[in-house]
């Protein structure tokens, strides 16, 4: 079986790159982001998504994260952590 893993970063920064070309206001393709605002609420709904699979389904699980920098701040630490731990899916995942 083939396990890709991948940064959680890379992964909102592939969803922010599809979206952030978005159309222009009077565009014609159904359901295009309009909006800055818009490209910006989706960056988020996706963050929120990708936690939902780690945290609450398993789908995804965190298979390596980055080791703490001397001296670094708790937050920094924290917010560092959540963007460069690499994830898979998880093995005992089933597709339906």
């Not at 991948?6 to 978005?22: E, P």
């Not at 605002?37 to 945290?55: K, S």
């Not at 965190?62 to 994830?87: H, I, K, T």
């Amino acid at each position: 079986m083939l396990t890709v893993s991948l940064k959680w970063a890379w992964l909102l920064q592939g969803l922010w790159n599809l979206s952030r070309d978005f159309e222009p206001v009077g565009a014609a393709r159904r359901g295009a982001l309009t909006t800055q605002a818009e490209v910006e609420v989706e960056g988020v709904l996706a963050g929120r998504i990708l936690g939902h699979l780690v945290r609450k389904q398993a789908v995804l699980l965190a298979v390596d994260e980055p080791a703490r920098r001397e001296g670094e701040a708790d937050g920094d630490f924290a917010r560092r952590v959540q963007a460069e731990r690499v994830l898979a899916v998880n093995p005992n995942f089933a597709l339906e």
